[in-house]
């Protein structure tokens, strides 16, 4: 199906594992962001692309790791899971980064829950 | 630093009312703002886009206003119905940064039949 899909929906891990988090459009949007929503924080830009090959950090970066090597794939990876990385997952993606047409398209979102 | 307020209590309204939910900001100026509609579950919906020199914008029952003298954008549904029940979010775009979004926390609505 066309469209912005991730996987797991769900993830249960402890502490310490690593964990990846995947992103797939259809789309072939440019730009891709990784999210995490928190009570109280709403959404939090975590990494972003610009291409594929183009990464940079957003506001919460630290204990993450993206790729991208093709322009419908973004997978995040948690090295080493930490409770306090318990969250929502929301990948996006966007055609254009020009403010008028920066549209986000919002994926289902993976509720990781680290033990 | 930037700063974006929704008010964080539920607005609990009568069916066939108009909601009204804002969104406050703080050390910043962007240059458009959205806002987004999230159901349990699920990832967040775009649905309005307005800039910075539009003071208002409408889309079917749905009205937003922008008012970068106040720092303060008003959302708006006319003849509310229950499925307009949901958490709706605003998120500012910045000239500087204009693929990146800055979200607010949400406002959760719940219309009554």
């Known amino acids: 199906d066309a469209g912005i899909t991730q996987s797991p929906r769900y993830k249960i891990t402890e502490t310490g594992r690593q964990v990846t988090l995947m992103c797939h459009q259809t789309?072939?949007?440019?730009?891709m962001f990784w999210y995490r929503q928190d009570l109280g924080h709403g959404l939090r830009l975590i990494y972003y692309?610009?291409?594929?090959?183009?990464?940079d950090k957003g506001e919460v970066p630290d204990g993450y790791v993206v790729s991208r090597s093709k322009t419908e794939n973004f997978p995040l990876t948690l090295e080493s899971a930490t409770r306090s990385q318990t969250s929502v997952y929301f990948c996006?993606?966007?055609?254009?980064?020009?403010?008028?047409?920066?549209?986000?398209?919002f994926g289902a979102g993976t509720r990781l829950s680290v033990l | 630093s930037q700063k974006i307020e929704q008010n964080s209590e539920a607005l609990n309204i009568q069916e066939g009312k108009t909601a009204t939910l804002t969104c406050n900001y703080t050390?910043?100026?962007?240059?458009?703002l959205q806002w987004y509609r999230q159901d349990p579950g699920r990832g967040p919906v775009f649905l309005l886009l307005?800039?910075?020199?539009?003071k208002e914008k409408r889309k079917e029952r749905l009205k937003v206003t922008f008012d970068t003298t106040l720092k303060q954008s008003l959302f708006h549904i006319t003849a509310s119905q229950p499925a307009d029940s949901a958490t709706y979010l605003c998120?500012?775009?910045?000239?500087?940064?204009?693929?990146?979004?800055?979200f607010g926390s949400g406002t959760r609505l719940l219309v009554r039949p």
């Open positions: 996006a993606s966007s055609e254009s980064g020009k403010p008028m047409y920066n549209i986000q398209y």
């Open positions: 789309w072939s949007h440019s730009y």
């Open positions: 692309s610009a291409a594929a090959d183009i990464t």
């Open positions: 050390n910043y100026s962007p240059a458009y």
């Open positions: 307005i800039r910075e020199n539009e």
């Open positions: 998120a500012l775009v910045g000239v500087d940064s204009s693929y990146k979004l800055i």
